[in-house]
């Protein structure tokens, strides 16, 4: 079974920058893509960045483009996400998640971490 354990997140004030990580079962290193969304109270879940095991291909929502990076540690089977200049619109619990194609993962991911939150302060 694909488990994944986010850690990271915290209280940070505006501008400031955050790092979530993401750990995962190997079995995830051959196919799947790991990415992670977030969920502010109220709203509905929000794609944030996804990355592929396999390595080269990144894809970020909009509001991420430029601020947060997506990587990978594949020694540590660990995802992480940079988020720089952090705004109190980033609020939210932010989920690690897998699936075995992009595709699947940006609609209905097959597996979920239970999620950490992020609080920016303005």
């Known amino acids: 079974q694909v488990q994944l354990v986010e850690s990271g997140g915290g209280l940070v004030q505006t501008g400031g920058s955050l790092r979530l990580s993401c750990a995962a079962s190997?079995?995830?290193?051959?196919?799947?893509?790991m990415g992670w969304f977030r969920q502010a109270p109220g709203k509905e879940r929000e794609f944030v960045a996804a990355?592929?095991?396999?390595?080269?291909?990144?894809n970020y929502a909009d509001s991420a483009k430029g601020r947060f990076t997506i990587s990978t540690d594949n020694a540590k089977n660990t995802v992480y996400l940079q988020m720089n200049s952090l705004k109190p619109e980033d609020t939210a619990v932010y989920y690690c998640?897998?699936?075995?194609?992009?595709?699947?993962?940006?609609?209905?991911?097959?597996?979920w971490g239970r999620g950490t939150q992020v609080t920016v302060s303005s």
């Open positions: 990355i592929r095991w396999s390595g080269g291909s990144t």
């Open positions: 998640a897998a699936a075995p194609s992009y595709t699947i993962l940006s609609n209905n991911p097959d597996y």
């Open positions: 190997r079995r995830t290193f051959r196919m799947f893509t």
